[in-house]
């Protein structure tokens, strides 16, 4: 059968790796359409988040002057939360400030918009509320996409999916089957309204700069997850999530937990006075290094969250959706240059992605999950011994100090024996070093 390429490439999704991939290859010349299901660009996704400023600059250099972004973060902080207590960690530094940023906090619906822009001044199409709801094959290469719009056959050299975590390109292509239940993390989160002045006071910043704050332990309930305080200009993104299989476990539902985190006693004064604006719940792909499909077919490459490329133990998902839609660019444009699209050519892409932090990154943390998601006690005793442990160290009682360090190791080896802990600590280390 014969075929018209309309399209060098088309992209399924606008999102973080389909709009980078989509500016990349047209800026190169490719002539490229993107497909969303979104009445624009950003209106259906969700994230914390904190966007990285160094993976983003190498394919957007003028991003930090020109995107809406909300605060530059120069605080991150770790806090392990008891029922009734916190022990907290944390790193500020102006190292991070606006003059070199690691990191800002966006609103993805602003933020996307912007960058859609910058795509469609490269010379892309997006084509907005237009669902993809299928592939087109022809001897086992994928040659387009089918939409639910009247006559919405797309045909293109090359196709690049980018939609997302339920991926259905990747699905409809024979790449994926459906995630685990322990392989995604179900999170919901609020935008909670406060003043410019609560917040900087609250969180003792400057103006313009932010803060994060993750927390494990009572945080979810006791369950393997993390909830989040991170600041935006006059808002709060507040939020909770744990592993799919964790809530089913504990019969417990997300909105609960999120509740949950909000009364806690060293979080309520945080938010206090808030008004929450927006309410979203959105699935991360957690399953790491061996739930990452093969992510490419003769005519398809898979990019961002449809690949699974999220770091969950370093809250990175943006960044490594940014670097693959680049990577996986240049590799359709290699493709055209050559008129190659075949498997053995396309292989291509997923070697560049050996080769890059991303799957180095996912493979250091490869065996980490499961290792956690055996031991349930490190999401409940020992957070809870941490912050019971430090109070009684710093309380002043006349209790001499030799008396309670021997009560801290009792009290330690009385929730594990002495081989457990050991097993947990060399194990922990073994698993995330
Ligand atoms: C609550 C939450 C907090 C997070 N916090 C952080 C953080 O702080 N830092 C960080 O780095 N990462 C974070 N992440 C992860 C990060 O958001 C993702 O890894 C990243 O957005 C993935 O980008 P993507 O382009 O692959 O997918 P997405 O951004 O999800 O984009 C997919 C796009 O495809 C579209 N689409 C889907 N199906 C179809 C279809 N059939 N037809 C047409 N269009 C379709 C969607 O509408 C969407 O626009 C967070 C994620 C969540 C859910």
């Known amino acids: 059968m014969e075929t018209i390429n309309t399209f060098d490439a088309l992209v399924a999704g606008a999102g973080l790796s389909g ?4 500016y990349v290859m047209a800026k190169s010349g490719m002539k490229v359409a993107v497909v969303e299901r979104g009445a624009h660009p950003g209106a259906k996704n969700v994230m914390g988040g904190v966007l990285y400023c160094q993976p983003t600059e190498q394919v957007f250099p003028e991003f930090a002057r020109e995107a809406p972004l909300e605060r530059c973060i120069v605080q991150q902080n770790l806090w392990v939360l008891s029922e009734t207590g916190a ?10 400030n606006k003059q070199y940023p690691n990191g800002f906090t966006v609103l993805r619906a602003k933020f996307d918009k912007w960058l859609s822009q910058k795509v469609i001044e490269a010379g892309a199409l997006i084509i907005p509320e237009t669902n993809v709801t299928d592939v087109i094959m022809e001897n086992n290469t994928v040659i387009g996409l089918r939409t639910d719009r009247e006559n919405g056959d797309l045909y293109a050299k090359m196709v690049i999916a980018s939609d997302g975590v339920h991926s259905l390109v990747a699905r409809k292509a024979g790449l994926k089957e459906e995630w685990k239940n322990n392989q995604l993390s179900l999170t919901v989160k609020e935008i909670i309204v406060l003043s410019r002045k609560q917040i900087e006071d609250r969180f003792h910043l400057t ?3 932010g803060a994060t704050i993750e927390c494990v332990g ?4 006791g369950l393997m997850g993390v909830a989040f305080i991170y600041t935006n200009k006059d808002t709060l993104s507040v939020g909770a999530g744990t592993l799919l299989s964790e809530m089913i476990r504990a019969r417990k539902n997300p909105n609960d937990l999120l509740e949950h985190f ?8 945080l938010l206090e006075g808030g008004k929450t604006h927006e309410y979203l719940a959105h699935l991360i792909p957690e399953g790491g290094y061996h739930a ?3 992510v490419y077919k003769a005519g398809l490459l898979l990019t961002g969250d449809a690949a699974g490329l999220v770091n969950s133990f370093h809250r990175e998902g943006s960044n490594l959706a940014i670097m693959s839609g680049k990577i996986a660019a240049e590799t359709a444009l290699e493709a055209c240059q050559r008129g190659d699209f075949s498997e053995t050519f396309l292989s291509l892409y997923k070697k560049k992605l050996d080769e890059s932090c991303i799957m180095k990154d996912l493979k250091k943390y490869a065996n980490a999950g499961s290792f956690f998601e055996k031991r349930n006690h490190f999401f409940t005793l020992y957070p809870n011994t941490a912050v019971q442990s430090a109070t009684e160290w710093l309380t002043v009682d006349s209790v001499p100090k030799r008396l309670k360090q021997w009560k801290i190791i009792r009290s330690l080896v009385r929730i594990r024996p002495f081989f457990g802990l050991l097993s947990d600590g060399i194990g922990a280390l073994r698993k995330m070093l």
């Open 218 to 221: 009572d945080a979810t309930n």
């Open 262 to 269: 909000k009364t806690h006693p060293c979080i309520a004064p």
């Open 87 to 96: 022990l907290q960690t944390g790193v500020k530094n102006q190292a991070w």
């Open 292 to 294: 990452v499909p093969k």
């Open 207 to 209: 103006q313009d700069e």
């Open 19 to 22: 709009l980078t991939a989509a």
